[in-house]
């Protein structure tokens, strides 16, 4: 299943050179190139004389090395010589070696989806992919009449859905799909997996302050420098409008397009939604987040929801699993994680947070005139 580009939007320093306690600062974006049918971009902030254009080349080169491997390992659309691909070629006839990074991965996947089931029923499940690709959401955002698959197809793929039937051997190190037909796509989980390396690999060569851009999943490190006046100012991140089409040259556009901002240092910000990817069939909007058990998609009165959390892997997951919940169970779910928050949007244009937030979340009020409603703490149960 093929997550959609979050839409966490952010607000970078804005001076290219500042100076803070006698030590002069620069800033460098470094674009990744296209993966994952996305361009990521990473933002560092350091001395002048750490960001040398040798040091950049070079950030740039291994960087890029680091999201080319994990695009070429993790497609499944555009890639079949991938390591994804051969399990899903393979299933039902032989177990596929892999490594301890896939093994890794799909261990979360599948923790996921053990700890977010509703009534025996997963609603996050990498197995939905047979149904998922009878949909043509891969193919972009549909705003005129497309079709639909028929019920007979999705009765056909349905049985080939299961996380449950997706074996890991961690001793042999392979993995075995049971069912011919089956395929499973690690692409609602992949992006925050990707930003987590970053981070790993930015520590590693002693970059500490960084902002990390995975097709809208964001990560932030240490500090920005927006404020001269403050060596340690935070990030700022800022949750896109759903739907709203932004207008660089519109004043109101530059005053709505976003529903709240954070203020944090390290932390990781990842959105799903139902306002990116959809098409539209009779009238009717079809958003690419489907129900496993179904094959339709999910209605729980979202429409967006945002996983605040330090674990970008885990939150990619989960921010698909949490949307399934829908409100109320959502918010129950995520109260007994520890350091995970969550902001909720609703179909009718409510806001609410976790109490987690309470303190970092500032919600956009020039959105109002939108009809968005800010409800703040949700409690999960009737508040």
Known sequence: ??????????????????????????????????????????????????????????????????????????????????????????????????????????????????????????????????????????????????????????NAALPLVGYDKIIIDEENKTVFLKEKGMKIDLGSIVKGYACDKIKEYLLSVNYQNALINVGGNIMTMGHDYYDKYFEDSPWRVKISTPYFVYNPFDPKSQLQYFVGTFYYHDITVVSSGVYERYIV?????????????TGYPVDSGLISISIVTDDSMKADALSTAVFCMGLERGVEYINTLENVEAVFITDNKEVYITKGLEDNFIFNNEIEELGYTYKGVKNGTSN
Request: aromatic fraction near 8%; glycine fraction near 2%.
């Open 1 to 154: 299943m093929k997550k959609i580009y979050v839409l966490v939007l952010l607000l970078i320093c804005t001076p290219l050179l500042v100076s803070c306690k006698s030590k002069e600062y620069d800033f460098v974006k470094i674009n990744l190139g296209y993966v994952f049918s996305i361009s990521p971009e990473v933002i560092i902030v350091d001395t002048k004389d750490r960001l040398t254009n040798d040091a950049v080349s070079k950030l740039s080169s291994d960087l890029r090395e680091i999201v080319t491997e994990l695009d070429e390992t993790y497609d499944v659309i555009d890639n079949e010589d991938g390591l994804i691909s051969k399990i899903n070629q393979n299933a039902g006839v032989a177990p596929v070696k892999v490594n301890d990074e896939v093994i890794m991965i799909l261990k979360t996947a599948v923790d996921v989806s053990e700890k977010t089931k509703i009534d025996d029923n997963a609603l996050y499940d990498i197995s939905v992919y047979p149904v998922w690709d009878l949909w043509n959401f891969d193919t972009g955002n549909y705003q005129e009449e497309a079709e639909i698959p028929t019920q007979e197809e999705i």
């Open 281 to 293: 069939n009779d009238g009717k909007e079809y958003h690419h987040i489907l129900n496993p058990k």
